[in-house]
């Protein structure tokens, strides 16, 4: 039987009853029935919406994280520098992913770019929460390369890899992938939370960076007279724990909707998973260098919390 319920993304949206095939009282309750299903479409997206925003901030909140993460694995001559470096990724990808990031991931175009929504031009209201959630997933696939370059960057350099990776090398791969257009999409390639959009492009992006640059001079020979380490382990825990917290976030926020049935489910299902990675990267790591994994047997922290980042990334 035709309802004349329209529905999209399994909310129902438009609604067209046929009253006159119904006596007076069955059309009174089809009138509070549509009132009540248009309550709920709003409900619906206002719910949906805030939990873009809400999951977008936490993704957000892990620029604190990384900044710290970075800032306490460096000299401390080199704190400033690296704090403003991961302050400019999160302000110079809002401008260039506004101007032509969202564009080239999101827009209509072809199986490999999309070139509708450029500044931010026709973009629908409703779709501005989602364009916040990915600004912070392309801020954070900006900032990764950060660390892998500290101290031995010019400012310069990076600021342009900065502009360059958040407006359009990752919005590229984000159109392969997560775009209905995309060539990948359309082959069937599922990638849930950027483990190939973000740490994948980002991490060739750090492999790259760092074969060029090379290792800082005496870091990681403790027979030099220069060698060194970072200069606060509290900064290095302190910035995980956030970025441990933002990752919850990160994960659950791909769901990308959650006024659907069971998405609460599927949501802490989420979270429990990214927080049990975590830590099953963590004590793996701190186990193995006690055992003499890592040359030394002894209690390892920064190896410790890198297998931690590395167990929440998976």
Not at 63 to 71: V, W
Not at 286 to 295: D, I, R, T
Request: aromatic letters at 16%.
């Amino acid at each position: 039987m035709d309802t004349g319920l329209e529905k999209r993304n399994g909310s129902i949206y438009n609604i067209s009853l046929p009253f006159d095939l119904f006596n007076k009282s069955d059309v009174q309750t089809l009138e509070l029935l549509e009132k009540l299903l248009q309550f709920t479409e709003y409900t619906n997206d206002n719910l949906d919406n805030f939990f873009f925003i809400i999951n977008g901030v936490l993704v957000l909140f892990m620029q604190i994280g990384f900044a710290c993460l970075e800032a306490g694995s460096v000299r401390y001559k080199n704190v400033g520098n690296i704090m403003l470096k991961n302050f400019l990724d999160s302000l110079i990808c809002s401008i260039v992913f506004w101007l032509t990031g969202y564009a080239i991931a999101f827009g209509d175009g072809n199986a490999y770019i999309g070139w509708t929504w450029f500044a931010g031009i026709n973009i629908p209201n409703n779709l501005w929460s989602e364009w916040f959630f990915q600004y912070t997933f392309a801020s954070t696939a900006g900032t990764i390369l950060s660390g892998a370059v500290a101290e031995r960057c010019s400012f310069i350099t990076y600021l342009s890899y900065s502009l360059f990776m958040s407006g359009f090398i990752y919005p590229v791969i984000v159109h392969w992938t997560w775009s209905y257009q995309g060539w990948l999409k359309q082959l069937g390639f599922i990638d849930y939370a950027g483990g190939m959009l973000i740490h994948g492009v980002a991490g060739t992006a750090c492999l790259v960076a760092a074969k060029l640059i090379g290792p800082r001079i005496g870091r990681f020979d403790k027979n030099s007279e220069d060698s060194f380490s970072g200069h606060s382990n509290a900064l290095i825990g302190i910035g995980s724990i956030i970025i441990l917290v933002g990752f919850c976030g990160f994960n659950a926020g791909t769901l990308n909707h959650y006024s659907k049935p069971r998405d609460g489910i599927i949501a802490t299902i989420i979270i429990r998973n990214t927080i049990m990675c975590g830590a099953g990267g963590a004590l793996t790591t701190l186990f193995l260098s006690k055992f003499g994994a890592f040359n030394e047997k002894y209690w390892y922290f920064e190896f410790t919390v890198n297998g931690g980042l590395a167990g929440l990334v998976s």
